[in-house]
Each structure stands twice: as structure tokens, then as C-alpha cells.
């Protein structure tokens, strides 16, 4: 009897201290994700002083064709946290996203072991943003063109003392640092994730209650890090030669009237000076786990939700699948990840599901629209190298775009598309020839066309998609119009439009009831 409880007892032991050395080897996972960062930054940049990326592009791995899967804010991070196209989970806008209820990767990490916590900007769930902006989503199939935006301006405060501008933001770092600290010593790994606002626009507080926000702002302190004499001024179509939806969101953006080149330049150095104080939050994390301990044994992410077009393409924010909007920046680093590795494949944020819980040794799910990106990246010959996919696809049904948008990027051609395909005319980019994507040759390379489409057809049916989302949104607004009441006029008169809306009220309620029911 004690011979059988001796080694009952020491294959408990043995049992027990693998999987108590199974979870204290697995790393930390630090993500720190921005809010409208351009990717581009994050190579061959020369205009702003951005040392905390520059230090984890030399220690670790680089994705310089990283992508959000819808460039706007709650869609593209339900992607993020639930590893699915938008259209699997119908995150069709800002307002409707995925359910409170559903499984994330953090979610998994803590139920493996992982102590975890989210501190933040998390924007994934359904109910949030303005009334403003979810009813400029569902009415965008009406035949409206209202300016919806404040003009882009600039605000410069403080003076070169002034550091912490984005105050919520630097609250939020510093309570991710305390949490590093209180953690770096137990004996599971931990999962943190710091979601920030900058370099987010700030709301234009002087236009009102309803106002988006369009206000970039800074300090001399963050201004100094940009060399301004290398900022380009991005080229223009003429709004007569735009493409009809980037010319409804060039208006909806208020961005059709004039800007001088000093304008444009001041806008996007405010721009690049807001990543820069960005940089430096990304710089206090990275010292607390040095200090901690807990640098070597933590993999740390820094990635965006999407890009900002900061007056390109004669439009700010994001909400357009030109490069500003949609390419974000994407590096990992840490144990086993390469160093000074610049990847060119193709990825999007869907990809960091699966390699979140690669990198955690967690069992991946089935049927992720994602594919790990560990293989790429990590130093261990164990891996098998499977393939990820040779396209990227990205995909928008939100405010400030009258048609839902898809975008498929195979090698160096950037295919667009809209609605059902026949109403509104595609667009073909050679990004190769043509990078600032001035130039659509649709129709000069027919059999391109014909090649991405089938591409696409295979990921989503896009006309049955866009008929959902057609259908949705007539419901929704709906609804929202009946729990208004007599209200209602007063209501959808105020709203962020209210300028362009109340210079004819009542024509402006007929173009929404045609559009409702169908009237003549």
C-alpha cells in the first residue's frame, strides 16, 4: 500500500510539474494597439521620430504588408478579437459589432492559465459610438450628400515642456505599467492589452454637442520630432475625375473646398507629431517590462486598428481602402520571434487570433478567416511552414462611403469593388506602378479584373453580403425613427449634418422616406 501510494503520488507530481513548467515557459503576451496609426511609418520613414518602433523593428519582425480588415474603428477590432471577416460576424459599422458574450483570444489565454487584463480603448462590441454616426451608416444608400465633419483643422497647445497631450491615454499606459509590475513576479504568464486613441483625431469641441472629430492637435514638445521640410504633399484627382464614392466621402468628409499647401502640410506634420507621442506610450511599456524583469521571457505586438489619410486622396480619417487608410503597422518581438526580419506576405489583422494562441501553445480553432504568422517569423525549425493565403481582403459597409466597399490585394494589384458589382464601377490599382493609386486601369487590364474577382467571389459572396447589409440598415433605421416619435424631425435635423441638413429640412426628409419606401 505504500509502495502504490508512492508512485501514485510521484506520477501526480510528475503530471503536475509538466503543466506547471508547460505554463511558466510560455511567454507573456504585451499587445499594444493604436487607433488610426499608418503603417507606412513603420518603414522607410524619414519624417518623424519614431524610436520605440525603430527598436522593435531591430529586435523583432516586421510585417510590411499588414492590413485592417475594415478601415473603421469597432468593425476592424471585432476582426482583431474574434479572427472572422466582418460579414462573418455582421460588424457592419461603429454601431453594430460583435455581442458582448463573445469568445476572444484573451479569452482563451485566461481560460489556459494566462493571468489577463485589457486596459484601454476596446471598441469591439455592439451600442457604442454617436447617434450621428450610426445614422449616417444606415442612411448612406440614400441619395444624400451632406457634409457630416468638421474641416480638418489644427490646435496647437502647450509648449516644449508639454508632454502628455492625449491625457486619457497616459492615464490608461501608466495603469498598464502598475499592472506589468504587480504581475512580473507570479508564476503564470500574463496576457495584457493597452488600446490607445492617438493618433485618433481629437472631437472638435467648438462645432457643437453632435460634432465627429477632426481637430489634430499637439504640443511644440511632439512638433519637434517632425521634419517638416520632408513632408510630401500628397497629389489630388480633381473632384470632377474621383471615383463617385470617393468623391461622396471627400464631401461627407468636408474636405471639397480649398486647402493651401501650408494647410495640408500642417495637418499631416500634426499628424505625424500625434504617432510620435504615440511612439513614446509604446516606449513606457517596453521599460516597464525591461525593468520588471520580464522583457526576455515577453512578446510584445504593436499593431493599429487602420490607417489615416491625413489629406490624402483630398480626404482625412480613415473609411477608404486607399493605402493612408488601410495599411497598418504590424511587428512582434520577443523570445523565439527574428530579429531585424522584415516579412513582405501579405497579412491582416484576423492573423493575430491564431497567432496569439500559437505563440501561447493554445489548440487554434477551426474555420478562422485567419492564418497564424508565427511560422513567418518565429526562429524554431519545428514549425511547419504552411502557406499563408496569397491575397489579403479587407471589406467596409460603414458612414462617410455610399456602397459597401471590398478590396482584395493579390501581389502588386489592389482590386476594389462595390455593392453587387454592376452598379458602381470597380477600381484596379497597380501598386507596383502607381503607389499613390492615382491611376485606375480597370479598364486597360480586363483579364486582371476578371482573375482578383473570381479571387474574391471565393472568400465572400460580395452582392449577398451587400444586400444584407441593405436590409439591415433600413431596419435599423427604422427602428431607431420609431422610438423617436414626433421627435424625430427635430432629431435627424441636429445630428453632426445639421449645417448642410437645415438649409432644406424638408427635401432632405423626403430624399429618406424615398429611400425608405420606395417612394417617387
Keep these: 500500500m505504500p509502495i502504490r501510494f508512492a508512485v501514485t503520488l510521484l506520477l501526480f ?13 510560455r511567454p507573456n503576451i504585451v499587445m499594444v494597439m493604436s487607433d488610426a496609426f499608418d503603417g507606412r511609418l513603420t518603414f522607410n520613414n524619414q ?39 466582418v460579414h462573418r460576424t455582421e460588424s457592419w459599422n461603429n454601431f453594430k459589432c ?52 468638421g474641416r480638418p483643422v489644427i490646435d496647437l497647445v502647450g509648449n516644449m515642456s508639454t508632454v502628455e497631450i492625449q491625457k486619457t491615454d497616459w492615464q490608461n499606459t501608466r495603469a498598464a505599467k502598475q499592472w506589468i509590475i504587480r504581475n512580473s513576479s507570479s508564476n503564470q504568464p500574463f496576457a495584457l492589452y493597452l488600446g490607445l486613441n492617438l493618433p485618433h483625431p481629437y472631437k472638435s469641441e467648438s462645432l457643437g454637442p453632435t460634432a465627429g472629430a477632426s481637430t489634430f492637435r499637439t504640443s511644440p514638445f511632439w512638433l519637434s520630432k ?70 526576455n521571457n515577453t512578446v510584445l505586438i504593436f499593431t493599429a486598428d487602420h490607417g489615416e489619410l491625413a489629406m490624402e486622396h483630398r480626404q482625412f480619417y480613415k473609411m477608404s481602402m486607399f493605402e493612408g487608410s488601410v495599411h497598418i503597422p504590424l511587428l512582434f518581438m ?46 524554431s525549425k519545428d514549425l511547419l511552414k504552411h502557406q499563408h ?3 489579403i481582403f479587407s471589406e467596409y459597409h460603414g458612414c462617410n462611403a455610399n456602397a459597401s466597399t471590398y478590396m482584395l490585394i493579390i501581389g502588386h494589384w489592389k482590386y476594389i469593388t462595390y455593392s453587387d458589382g454592376q452598379q458602381v464601377p470597380p477600381q484596379l490599382f ?22 482578383v474577382d473570381k479571387v474574391l467571389c471565393s472568400i465572400v459572396s460580395y452582392p449577398l ?41 424638408v427635401a432632405n426628409e423626403k430624399v429618406i422616406d424615398r429611400w425608405l419606401y420606395g417612394l417617387n
Aim: proline content about 5%; charged content about 20%; some cysteine.
Design 13 to 25: 507530481f510528475q503530471t503536475h510539474h509538466l503543466r506547471f513548467c508547460h505554463v511558466n515557459n
Design 430 to 451: 497597380d501598386l507596383s506602378q502607381d503607389p499613390e493609386e492615382l491611376h485606375n486601369v480597370i479598364l486597360k487590364f480586363p483579364d486582371v479584373r476578371a482573375q
Design 389 to 391: 493565403p496569397h491575397w
Design 465 to 505: 453580403v451587400s444586400a444584407r447589409v441593405h436590409q439591415y440598415n433600413k431596419k435599423a433605421f427604422t427602428s431607431w425613427r420609431n422610438s423617436l416619435g414626433g421627435n424625430y424631425s427635430q432629431v435627424i435635423a441636429n445630428l453632426r449634418w445639421h449645417v448642410d441638413w437645415q438649409k432644406d429640412p
Design 47 to 85: 519624417v518623424v521620430k519614431l524610436p520605440y518602433i525603430k527598436y522593435l523593428k531591430e529586435l523583432g519582425t516586421t510585417f510590411l504588408n499588414a492590413y485592417t480588415n475594415s478601415p473603421i474603428c469597432c468593425p476592424s477590432r471585432a476582426a482583431m478579437w474574434s479572427g472572422q471577416f
Design 98 to 149: 460583435l455581442e458582448a458574450n463573445s469568445t476572444t483570444w484573451m479569452d482563451l489565454l485566461k481560460d489556459s492559465g494566462y493571468t489577463t487584463k485589457m486596459i484601454g480603448k476596446l471598441d469591439y462590441t455592439s451600442g457604442s459610438h454617436s447617434v450621428s454616426n450610426r445614422v449616417e451608416a444606415w442612411t448612406r444608400d440614400a441619395k444624400l450628400l451632406l457634409s457630416q465633419e
Design 226 to 295: 517632425v521634419s517638416s521640410d520632408l513632408i510630401a504633399v500628397p497629389k489630388w484627382l480633381s473632384l470632377s475625375d474621383m471615383h463617385p464614392v470617393d468623391y461622396y466621402s471627400t464631401v461627407t468628409k468636408n474636405c471639397s473646398g480649398v486647402f493651401t499647401k501650408e494647410e495640408i502640410i500642417s495637418i499631416r506634420a500634426f499628424y505625424y507629431a500625434m504617432c510620435a507621442e504615440t511612439d513614446d506610450m509604446l516606449g513606457e511599456i517596453i521599460a516597464s517590462l525591461r525593468e520588471t524583469g520580464v522583457l
Design 334 to 379: 520577443g523570445p523565439g520571434i527574428k530579429s531585424g526580419l522584415l516579412v513582405e506576405q501579405h497579412v491582416s489583422l484576423v492573423d493575430l487570433y491564431p497567432s496569439v494562441l500559437n505563440i501561447a501553445d493554445i489548440s487554434v480553432p477551426a474555420n478562422l478567416s485567419g492564418y497564424s504568422l508565427l511560422p513567418l517569423m518565429s526562429k
